[in-house]
C-alpha cells in the first residue's frame, strides 16, 4: 500500500512538472503578451494542483494534506484574478493593442 502511495504521488508530480515545462515553452513561443499571460495562468494552476496533489500522497498526516489543500484553493482564487488584472492593465497601457490582438473594450 506504502509503494502504491509514493507511485502515485510521482505520477502526479511528473505530471505537474510537465504541464511546467509546457507553460514554459508557451512562454517562449506566443508573441504577444496577452497569449503569455494566458498560457502561463491555465497551467500554472494545472501544474500547481498537480504537484500539490503529488505532495499530499507523500504526507503522512492530515495537517499537512489540508495545508496544501489550503495551497490549492488559494492558488486557484488568486491566480485568475492577478492574471487578469496583469492583462486589463496591458490592454489599458499600450496604445498598439488593436495591432497585435482582437481587444473588446
Same mark, same amino acid.
Given at each position: ?15 505537474? &512538472? ?16 496577452? #497569449? ?5 495562468? @491555465?497551467?500554472?494552476? &494545472?501544474?500547481?494542483? &498537480? ?9 503522512? #498526516? &492530515?495537517?499537512?494534506?489540508? @495545508?496544501?489543500?489550503?495551497? $490549492? ?5 488568486? #491566480?485568475? $484574478?492577478?492574471?487578469?488584472? $496583469?492583462? @486589463?492593465?496591458?490592454?489599458?497601457? #499600450?496604445?498598439?493593442?488593436? @495591432? ?6
Amino acid at each position: 500500500m506504502e509503494q502504491i502511495r509514493f507511485l502515485l504521488g510521482t505520477i502526479f508530480i511528473l505530471a505537474g &512538472l510537465f504541464v511546467f515545462g509546457i507553460a514554459t515553452l508557451g512562454l517562449f513561443r506566443f508573441r504577444y503578451v496577452l #497569449n503569455r499571460v494566458h498560457v502561463a495562468a @491555465k497551467c500554472d494552476s &494545472l501544474a500547481s494542483l &498537480l504537484v500539490c496533489v503529488g505532495l499530499m500522497f507523500y504526507a503522512g #498526516n &492530515l495537517g499537512s494534506i489540508l @495545508k496544501l489543500l489550503l495551497v $490549492v484553493i488559494l492558488i486557484w482564487l488568486s #491566480n485568475p $484574478v492577478a492574471s487578469h488584472l $496583469v492583462c @486589463k492593465i496591458e490592454v489599458e497601457t #499600450n496604445k498598439e493593442i488593436e @495591432k497585435e490582438c482582437e481587444v473588446e473594450r
